[in-house]
C-alpha cells in the first residue's frame, strides 16, 4: 500500500511539479515552497538580535509596540 502511494505521488509530482516560489525550480522531495539555494540566499536580516534595529526606528513614536524587525531585505527585482 505505502509502495503503491509512494507510486502515485511520483507519478503526480512528474506531472505536476511542485516548484520554487522565488526562481521556478521543480522542489525535491523534502523541499517546501522555496529551493534550498533560493532559501541559502534570502538576504536576511539580523534584526531580531537588536531592540533599535531600523524598522523600529522608524515606527519610533507613529505605532504602539514592544518590539518590532523586518526578517529580510526588500530589493526591487529581487526574490523576495
Ligand atoms: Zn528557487
Request: aromatic share 16%; charged share 20%; proline share 4%.
Amino acid at each position: 500500500m505505502l509502495l503503491a502511494k509512494q507510486c502515485y505521488t511520483d507519478l503526480f509530482g512528474l506531472l505536476f511539479p511542485n516548484l520554487c516560489n522565488a526562481c521556478g525550480v521543480a522542489l525535491y522531495r523534502s523541499e517546501h515552497l522555496i529551493f534550498t539555494k533560493c532559501l541559502y540566499d534570502l538576504p536576511f536580516t539580523d534584526y531580531h538580535q537588536h531592540a533599535e534595529n531600523r524598522v523600529a526606528k522608524q515606527l519610533w513614536g507613529r505605532l504602539p509596540f514592544n518590539a518590532v524587525m523586518a526578517m529580510l531585505y526588500f530589493r526591487k527585482g529581487a526574490k523576495v
